[in-house]
């Protein structure tokens, strides 16, 4: 090694004042029974210790109180979902007009472009990246074929230049200026899911905006990650899952943003169900819908509360430290993950993530280039210590200090454990 890492580690995170946030959370044992350095956060994030509490007192409440629960419980049902929305709104940087916790996240990109997906015989096309998470492209496809269209006519996808990993804003900008008059919808990620790039998303929302088209994030990897400033941005629609770094747990309900220009007043296509419906009539059980004025217009069904309860959990541990006091930590651990893996295994291992910190969240993608053939063998030796990433096609290994649980011992960890798995398969 050509630096102490695991020294400069305990130093760092003697020196930071948020080090102590890791116990608000449950570290699942490695192998040898000490824990694991987590570094999957980008995939699922820990359990918030809190959240048992909230979840035993749903199950308390139901006993107590049965259906009357709706109202009754200490946080009555009916309007449960509506605790998290102050709180995601600051995650998200919108107005609490403009959130709404629901569904799933590719339940929501649909219901998002059955609005703001409007093809018309001019305007039909629908641009996003090439090698978008599948989820999203299937969902993009049906969509167009539902309208009619083929994709191989009317998907546009933007891939990173020859030699590189990432899209650049400025080919995201050249395709609007040059197709923008045939292109209905932008939909684009915060963060990439495989390469961690983090998109300037005003830059990405205002190409659109100047093409004439509408534009919608898939904000998975971004949500909770990177500061976001949705409303700032002017994007029409966002969405994203819960189960990652907002840590709501496995399928825990997603979320949705819709800009407060469309929010308060829709008069487009639009799904709907009787969550939807203005709260003081609901039950009324009048057959005409009128829409509440806010993003909760798109809700479909009474939501899941015991689903919704880790969730909650998880965001008043975001809403006592904040998004950016979270990111200023993130930048130092994945700074620090970054330096450690350039200087001692940059001869080894590609970092296909940009080193610029605003380009990034904090995961890092890494492809093994020597040698190659090894590359799996060396993810099994990691996390046979413990040391858990994961591995996604073709060949890239993902690892993400999550600033609420990680520390930079995790990432010495990380960089020790990787050397020596490059060691064992023999470079
Ligand atoms: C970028 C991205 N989009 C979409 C999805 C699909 O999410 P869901 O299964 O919640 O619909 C995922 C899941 O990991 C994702 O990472």
Known sequence: MKEDWMHLARERDKDDSLTGMGERFEHPPGPDGRRAAYLTGHSLGLLPRTARD?????????????????????????????????????????????????????????????????????????????GAFPSDRYAVVSQLEYHGYKAGDVLIEIEPREGESC???????????????????????????????????????????????????????????IALDLHGTGVDFAVWCSYKYLNGGPGAPGGCFVHERHARDFRGPRFTGWWGHDKAARFAMEPDFVPIPTAEAWQLSNPPILALAPLLASLRVFGDVGISALRERSERLTGTLYDALAVELGEAV??????????????????????????????????????????????????????????????????????????DVGT
Not at 362 to 373: E, G
């Open 54 to 130: 909230l979840v035993a007192e749903e199950f308390a409440d139901w006993a107590q109180y049965a259906v009357e629960g709706h109202t009754r419980a200490r946080r009555p049902w009916v309007s449960y979902h509506e605790q998290l929305t102050p709180l995601i709104a600051r995650v998200v940087g919108a107005q609490e007009d403009e959130v709404v916790v629901m569904n799933s996240l590719t339940a929501n990109l649909h219901l998002m472009m059955v609005s703001f997906y409007r093809p018309t015989a001019q305007r039909h096309a629908i641009v996003i990246e090439k």
């Open 350 to 423: 590609d970092i296909l993530t940009p080193e610029e910190p605003q380009a990034r969240g904090c995961q890092l993608s890494i492809r093994v280039k020597r040698p190659r053939d090894q590359a799996r063998a060396v993810f099994d030796e990691l996390m046979a210590k413990g040391i858990i990433v994961d591995w996604r096609e073709p060949g890239i290994i993902r690892l993400a200090p999550v600033p609420l649980y990680n520390t930079h011992v995790d990432c010495a960890r990380a960089v020790e454990g990787l050397r020596e798995a490059l060691y």
């Open 167 to 225: 899209v650049r804003e400025e080919d995201v900008e050249a395709v609007l200026a040059r197709e923008g008059e045939r292109v209905a919808l932008v939909l684009w990620p915060g963060v990439q899911y495989l390469s961690g790039k983090a998109f300037d998303l005003a830059r990405i929302a205002r190409a659109g905006h100047t093409a004439g088209a509408m534009v919608g994030f898939d904000l998975a990897h971004a949500v909770g990650n």
